[in-house]
């Protein structure tokens, strides 16, 4: 076989001749997708138009009260050197207008404690507002004396998916009008969050979670899908820097809209009450408890509560509710929060691998705060990391211990390892592990000894949380 050679200046021509032919598919390829991208900016600019008159920025107006200005006597509110002192703060947050006779909602971390509400509404106007707040979902509703405004469409948050477009508005460091855009980064993300002026944590049992830029200010805001509905009430960041580094969380908006009807008619949540905590069952969850999927209660309820009542106990796993399916936490929760006080549920659980029903008569909320979580966070050892000693006798006789209290107390929480986000801490009783008693140390070590990379330790233990001896259930994935 010959091989004719042409000449080099004759394989640039025809090189430069098949690349001239080809420039204008790929300038067409180019043009096309130049104006996809035009779409979708359009689609933006078009989302911010319509939804910046609807959000609002929110300023919250607080009066701290100092004990002492001068004077020695520390003890005392009275004599010739006390004098008032009347420190005024003021705090940034967002809102959405979601009636047009002046209701906006937003979370109540923005307006709890406050002296003063003041609305600042995009076309310049600021109205005193007046408020109504629900500690235990986070969520408020404000109230201005202005008609006629530009309301903000509400959408179907169980509807969103991971990897949908995400666009957050509101007013970060007062900057009203801001515009970020990301996409969901995840769903059903369970996060206890501390709140600085209460001194306790905030349980938020479902987030959407976010990379769309999140910044302080921007709690009460909502965060919109392509189509300008509003999926999620933006709340919280993950964040070691105080700014955004991608990691945002929003209330669903469907909580939301259940929430703020309650307070705008009642100015109260007329929520359901089981008394329990649940956790989404999991792949190794799933295993560990003999179900494809529902609620593992976490707690052990109190016996005059309505799941104590109807004989739900500790790692029970809820699969039905009120004729309803449970797969998830946030399923149970929602659900119990939209049942009416006083009214009778069947419940379906699993326990011990077995299929029960039962019935339950649904009370009103306990009114106040929610329950607040004390978790410890830290490192842990390379296997469960947990060091314990025998429970004497004298030590539940002076702590009030139940006495038929059989178990070990945690000594020490050795600082690596597997039990790094665990609630445990030093002085909490372990009663069984992995549904097995551990009335001495000698059992619970050897226990502990066998655990592997890939194991899930399931842990009931009593601890002592605002005066009182309360039994939980912690679960350590052996990572």
């Given at each position: 076989?010959?091989?004719?050679?042409?000449?080099?200046?004759?394989?640039?021509?025809?090189?430069?001749?098949?690349?001239?032919?080809?420039?204008?598919?790929?300038?067409?390829?180019?043009?096309?997708?130049?104006?996809?991208?035009?779409?979708?900016?359009?689609?933006?600019?078009?989302?911010?138009?319509?939804l910046?008159?609807?959000?609002?920025?929110?300023?919250?107006?607080?009066?701290?009260?100092?004990?002492?200005?001068?004077?020695?006597?520390?003890?005392?509110?009275?004599?010739?050197?006390?004098?008032?002192?009347?420190?005024?703060?003021?705090?940034?947050?967002?809102?959405i207008?979601?009636?047009?006779?002046g209701?906006?909602?937003?979370n109540?971390?923005?307006?709890?404690?406050?002296?003063?509400?003041?609305?600042?509404?995009?076309?310049?106007?600021?109205?005193?507002?007046?408020?109504?707040?629900?500690?235990?979902?986070?969520?408020?509703?404000?109230?201005?004396p202005?008609?006629?405004?530009?309301v903000?469409?509400?959408?179907?948050?169980?509807?969103?998916?991971?990897?949908?477009?995400?666009?957050?508005?509101?007013?970060?460091f007062?900057f009203?009008?801001?515009v970020?855009?990301?996409?969901?980064?995840?769903?059903?993300?369970?996060?206890?969050i501390?709140?600085?002026?209460?001194?306790?944590?905030?349980?938020?049992?479902?987030?959407?979670q976010?990379?769309?830029?999140?910044?302080?200010?921007?709690?009460?805001?909502?965060?919109?899908?392509?189509?300008?509905?509003?999926?999620?009430?933006?709340?919280?960041?993950?964040?070691?820097?105080?700014?955004?580094?991608?990691?945002?969380?929003?209330?669903?908006?469907?909580?939301a809209?259940?929430?703020?009807g309650?307070?705008?008619?009642?100015?109260?949540?007329?929520?359901?009450?089981?008394?329990?905590?649940?956790?989404?069952?999991?792949?190794?969850?799933?295993?560990?408890?003999?179900?494809?999927?529902?609620?593992?209660?976490?707690?052990?309820?109190?016996?005059?509560?309505?799941?104590?009542?109807a004989?739900?106990?500790?790692?029970?796993?809820?699969?039905?509710?009120?004729?309803?399916?449970?797969?998830?936490?946030?399923?149970?929760?929602?659900?119990?929060?939209?049942?009416?006080?006083?009214?009778?549920?069947g419940?379906?659980?699993?326990?011990?691998?077995?299929?029960?029903?039962?019935?339950?008569?649904?009370?009103?909320?306990?009114?106040?705060?929610?329950s607040?979580?004390?978790?410890?966070h830290?490192?842990?050892?390379?296997?469960?990391?947990i060091?314990?000693i025998?429970?004497?006798?004298?030590?539940?006789?002076?702590?009030?211990?139940s006495?038929?209290?059989?178990?070990?107390?945690?000594?020490?929480?050795v600082?690596?390892?597997?039990?790094?986000?665990?609630?445990?801490?030093?002085?909490?009783?372990?009663?069984?592990?992995?549904?097995?008693?551990?009335?001495?140390?000698?059992?619970?070590?050897?226990?502990?000894?066998?655990?592997?990379?890939?194991?899930?330790?399931?842990?009931?233990?009593?601890?002592?949380?605002?005066?009182?001896?309360?039994?939980?259930?912690?679960?350590?994935?052996?990572?």
């Amino acid at each position: 076989m010959s091989v004719t050679r042409f000449p080099i200046r004759i394989w640039r021509i025809i090189i430069f001749s098949a690349a001239l032919s080809l420039s204008p598919q790929i300038v067409k390829a180019e043009q096309s997708n130049i104006n996809g991208l035009k779409d979708l900016q359009n689609t933006f600019v078009s989302i911010a138009q319509r939804l910046e008159p609807a959000v609002v920025t929110v300023i919250s107006e607080r009066v701290i009260h100092a004990h002492f200005v001068g004077g020695s006597d520390q003890g005392s509110q009275t004599g010739p050197n006390f004098t008032p002192n009347f420190l005024r703060t003021e705090g940034t947050g967002s809102g959405i207008i979601i009636r047009a006779d002046g209701w906006i909602l937003t979370n109540d971390h923005v307006v709890d404690g406050a002296n003063r509400v003041v609305v600042k509404l995009r076309d310049g106007r600021e109205f005193d507002g007046t408020w109504y707040g629900d500690f235990r979902s986070d969520l408020a509703v404000i109230h201005i004396p202005a008609t006629n405004l530009p309301v903000a469409t509400l959408g179907d948050s169980s509807q969103a998916q991971i990897g949908q477009w995400a666009i957050a508005i509101g007013s970060p460091f007062q900057f009203a009008g801001t515009v970020s855009v990301g996409v969901i980064s995840s769903l059903h993300r369970r996060e206890e969050i501390p709140d600085v002026e209460r001194r306790m944590y905030r349980l938020y049992p479902d987030l959407i979670q976010t990379d769309a830029a999140i910044n302080p200010g921007n709690s009460g805001g909502p965060l919109v899908d392509i189509s300008g509905k509003v999926i999620g009430l933006n709340t919280a960041i993950r964040t070691d820097t105080g700014g955004s580094v991608g990691i945002g969380f929003a209330i669903p908006i469907n909580i939301a809209r259940y929430v703020a009807g309650e307070l705008i008619e009642n100015h109260k949540v007329n929520a359901g009450y089981l008394g329990i905590d649940p956790t989404t069952v999991t792949p190794p969850l799933s295993t560990a408890y003999h179900v494809s999927s529902g609620a593992l209660i976490l707690n052990e309820p109190d016996p005059s509560s309505p799941a104590g009542k109807a004989g739900l106990r500790i790692e029970d796993v809820v699969t039905r509710y009120d004729n309803h399916s449970v797969t998830s936490e946030s399923d149970l929760r929602e659900a119990i929060m939209e049942t009416p006080p006083g009214t009778k549920v069947g419940i379906t659980y699993v326990r011990n691998g077995e299929a029960h029903s039962t019935t339950a008569t649904i009370t009103a909320a306990p009114s106040g705060t929610s329950s607040p979580t004390e978790r410890i966070h830290t490192d842990q050892p390379v296997k469960l990391g947990i060091e314990t000693i025998p429970l004497t006798s004298a030590f539940a006789q002076h702590m009030k211990l139940s006495p038929d209290t059989s178990g070990i107390m945690i000594h020490r929480i050795v600082p690596t390892g597997a039990a790094v986000n665990s609630n445990l801490r030093v002085g909490d009783i372990i009663v069984r592990v992995n549904g097995i008693s551990t009335p001495d140390v000698g059992t619970f070590n050897k226990m502990a000894d066998q655990f592997k990379t890939g194991d899930l330790v399931r842990i009931v233990y009593q601890s002592y949380r605002s005066s009182t001896w309360i039994t939980r259930l912690a679960l350590i994935p052996m990572d």
